[in-house]
Structures are given as C-alpha cells and as structure tokens.
C-alpha cells in the first residue's frame, strides 16, 4: 500500500513561518521525484516546489526565495519549509510522488495551511 501522509499545515500570522512534512511509504521513495502543489476551492492545483531524487529543485515564481524543499531518503520524506508567509499562501497543500520510469503518480491527503491575521 502506497501512502503519503503530510503534517505541519495550521493557522499562521501573516509573516510567520512553517514547515510541512510528508512521510512516504510503499514506493521506492529516492527514485521518485517529490513535490509539494497547493490548491483552493474552484482553483486548479498548482505545483509550489519540487526536488528530484539526486536534489535538483523547481519553484513557483510566487515562493522563490521565501520556501524551501528538501527530501531526507533515509527517512523517505519530504519537507517544505515555509518562511514570510503571506495571505495569499493560504490553501490546502498536497503531496505528490512521480516517477516517470515507473509511470506512476501518487498524491498525499492534503493539509491545511491558513495565513490570516
């Protein structure tokens, strides 16, 4: 059973900082490429920050500079640290796994992240 299980989303004040984990399990996690997508009511999913498997990143023009991926393969998971959070910020984040060998794509439960005043 393949299963991505993401924690760290809460209630932040505009400026604040926090760091998401997802915990992966089931897959052969170093060879999967990790990424974090959020997404709110009525809008599309779109992708925050990814990290391939050797530590090559990819961020949205929106967070550059202010949030961080990284992956631990030892611990098969993978974080998102959050810093200057901005109301805009707000939405649900997901996890996602892909490998494009195995033509297989996994996403997580979501959690909450809310940046509000």
């Known amino acids: 059973q393949v299963q991505l299980v993401e924690s760290g989303g809460g209630l932040v004040q505009p400026g604040g900082s926090l760091r998401l984990s997802c915990a992966a399990s089931g897959i052969a996690f170093s060879i999967y490429r990790m990424g974090w997508y959020r997404q709110d009511p009525g809008k599309l999913r779109d992708l925050v920050a990814a990290i391939s498997g050797g530590g090559v990143t990819n961020y949205s023009e929106s967070v550059k500079g202010r949030f961080t991926i990284s992956r631990d393969n030892a611990k098969n998971t993978v974080y998102l640290q959050m810093n200057s959070l901005k109301p805009e910020d707000t939405a649900v984040y997901y996890c996602?796994?892909?490998?494009?060998?195995?033509?297989?794509?996994?996403w997580g439960q979501g959690t909450q992240v809310t940046v509000s005043s």
């Open positions: 996602n796994a892909n490998s494009r060998y195995l033509n297989y794509n996994y």
